[in-house]
């Protein structure tokens, strides 16, 4: 059988790793469309999390979007931790990103789909919610309404191309087609015409190109 895949972080003494919150141009955050956060970047040390901490008040105090993905890595932090600094900045969050696994090892929730939104939704309380489920697909919490997604599906392409289904051949629609995907709830809610990963979409028109 092959070996078990083993992830290593070599992150120790990056630049990133060693940012501090002065260190950041805020203005940059204050123009913003949106911001997008990675749970990733708290867990690399405590003045990390200080510049997670200070990023949420500039957006919020600038009435800026904030959108957020647990991406909860064990090597990281504890769940623990992760738990403890979440619970400080997702209060602030409209957009929020988690795994089932992610949601039952960091926020020990576990069941059905409605019963985990339903949970993190006293986390992340005025968040739109997706939650991804592995081969069952995907789900939104969106106001008081639960949107189910597509089953497993592949995708070539996001943003104002169309998604392509692995399942074409039996007629599935792809995340960019299927009117309930937790994507399409997200385009449709949030400020900006397609799903951004990078940390700030910023104000000016040519970002859109």
Same mark, same amino acid.
């Given at each position: 059988p092959p070996r078990a895949v083993r992830? !290593?972080? *070599?992150?120790r003494e990056s630049a990133l790793s060693q940012l501090v919150p002065d260190e950041v141009d805020w203005g940059l955050v204050r123009d913003a #469309?949106?911001?997008? !956060?990675s749970g990733i970047t708290p867990a690399l040390g405590e003045n990390l999390r200080a510049v997670i901490r200070r990023a949420c008040r500039e957006a919020q105090e600038a009435g800026v979007p904030i959108s957020f993905d647990v991406n909860y890595r064990s090597r990281l932090w504890s769940a623990k931790e992760a738990r403890d600094f979440l619970a400080e900045v997702l209060p602030a969050v409209g957009y929020l990103f988690i795994? +089932? *696994? *992610? =949601? @039952?090892?960091v926020f020990e929730l576990a069941g059905p789909p409605e019963a985990v939104l339903n949970g993190l939704r006293k986390i992340a309380p005025a968040a739109t919610i997706a939650l991804t489920l592995g081969e069952a697909g995907s789900a939104a919490l969106a106001? +008081?309404?639960?949107? #189910?997604? =597509?089953?497993?599906?592949?995708v070539h392409h996001l943003g104002r191309h169309r998604a392509r289904s692995s399942r074409r051949g039996r007629g =599935?629609?792809?995340v960019g087609e299927h009117r309930d995907s937790p994507l399409t709830v997200w385009r449709r809610r949030a400020p900006t015409p397609c799903?951004? @990963?990078?940390?700030?979409?910023? @104000?000016?028109?040519e970002s859109r190109a």
């Open positions: 992830v !290593l972080y *070599d992150r #469309r949106m911001v997008h !956060l795994g +089932s *696994d *992610d =949601a @039952a090892t106001g +008081s309404v639960v949107h #189910r997604g =597509a089953g497993r599906t592949q =599935a629609p792809g799903l951004y @990963a990078g940390a700030i979409v910023p @104000a000016r028109e």
